[in-house]
């Protein structure tokens, strides 16, 4: 089939980035012909809450990459429009993860559908937001009704789709973010970090927004079991909300000691390194849908504490494979505590190396294929 994804891709960054393109070799690699419509501008600056949107990264390579849509100009959607019902693709594939992009990329596919021969089906990382605003609800049900079929990576979700469509959903967990390289050595990762040997790390990984929860796992290193123990948290991610919050926070739980911050962007070359580094990944969201921070750990083969919220519970499979935990900081700190006096790691490991082959692209991308049947 012809297939062109609409959505985040080089030069943005990100995880959204990484899962588009990811995909898009996966279906070059199934025999079809594969190219990403990008944007040209994706949020306006006031929406963004990072410091750049775009990768410092090289390009990927042996993907068609084109910059097309801007985001908050509607005179570009009906071009873009326009273009894709002349070029006619077999399915358009559009990833939606805010409301916000509801109205550009639904009145292309809107438009591109008019051919009579395009389809598209949509992959829903949230239909309802994390951090909601006036209109979300309006946007998305504008979306919604522009496609054909649905993809949702966590049950949870699609739940909420039955408010949105009558049109078929069908579920399959996020794939492995396998594209991040190979784990290298522990003590290639702790040079590489410049981090001491001697200190076991656990590791709270990727943007910081109010509903992940980093709050919590800091107060949980706070407690005393915490406190006693040899264990520092890394955090590597860049603030996407209140950094003054979280500094005052640590400042008052007298922790600083227990942490190591790499408060910035992390490229994708480097996330192994965090990941090879970390003897548990902590995920203490307050709210979740599914995360491709599972699924970075899943590949890695590093067991987790994730709190019971949405589609978290999907991946971990509680004193199997990891913990599933209360959103209180007494629960996550019990559950580090147990990890390291019952010497869970290698038995964990070995139960996640068991379970990565359900999580594999060929097995997403094939689900979603089926659907255009």
């Known amino acids: 089939m012809k297939i062109i ?3 985040t891709a080089y030069p943005f960054r990100g995880g959204l980035a990484s899962f588009n393109e990811r995909l898009a070799y996966e279906l070059q690699d199934m025999g079809h012909e594969v190219m990403i419509y990008t944007f040209t501008k994706q949020y306006p600056d006031f929406l963004f809450p990072g410091k750049t949107q775009l990768s410092e990264s090289e390009a990927p390579q042996k993907l068609e990459i084109a910059q097309k849509i801007h985001s908050y100009n509607p005179l570009n959607w009906g071009k873009v429009g326009k273009e894709l019902r002349k070029i006619a693709p077999d399915l358009l594939i559009a990833k939606f993860w805010i409301p916000f992009i509801g109205p550009s990329l639904g009145t292309i596919i809107k438009r ?13 990382d949230n239909i309802i937001p994390h951090e909601s605003r006036i209109g979300d609800r309006q ?38 973010y396998d594209n991040y390289g190979e ?12 981090l ?8 709270f990984f990727g943007f910081i927004r109010d509903y ?15 406190r006693q123990q040899n264990i520092q948290l890394i955090v590597a991610g860049e603030y996407y909300s ?61 067991p987790m504490v994730v709190t019971d919220v949405g589609g978290l519970k999907e991946i971990v499979k509680d004193q199997i494979n990891g913990y599933i935990v209360q959103k ?12 390291y006096a019952d010497n869970k790691q290698q038995e964990f490991k070995e139960k996640i190396v068991l379970e990565k082959e359900q999580y594999s692209w060929k097995y997403f991308a094939k689900a979603v294929l089926d659907l255009k049947r």
Do not use: C, W
């Open 112 to 124: 591109a559908k008019k051919n009579g021969h395009t389809k598209a089906i949509s992959i829903i």
């Open 212 to 226: 992940k929860g980093l709050d919590l796992l800091l107060e949980a290193m706070a407690q005393d079991i915490l």
């Open 328 to 339: 209180d900081p007494a629960s996550i700190a019990q559950a580090i505590t147990q990890f």
């Open 196 to 203: 001491n040997p001697e200190k076991k790390y656990i590791l």
């Open 139 to 176: 946007l998305a049900n504008y979306f919604t009704k522009q496609i054909d079929h649905f993809v949702v990576m966590s049950k949870s979700v699609g739940e909420e789709m039955k408010e949105f469509t009558t049109q078929p959903v069908i579920y399959s967990p996020h794939p492995v």
């Open 242 to 302: 209140n950094e003054e919050k979280y500094t005052q926070l640590i400042e008052k739980l007298q922790i600083k000691d227990q942490l190591v911050l790499f408060n910035s962007f992390i490229p994708n070359e480097e996330v192994k390194y965090y990941f090879s580094a970390a003897d548990l990944v902590v995920q203490p969201y307050k709210s979740a849908t599914q995360s491709g921070i599972s699924q970075i750990a899943v590949h890695f083969e590093v």
């Open 183 to 194: 784990p290298v050595s522990r003590e290639e990762a702790l040079q590489k970090l410049n």
């Open 5 to 7: 994804i609409l959505g």
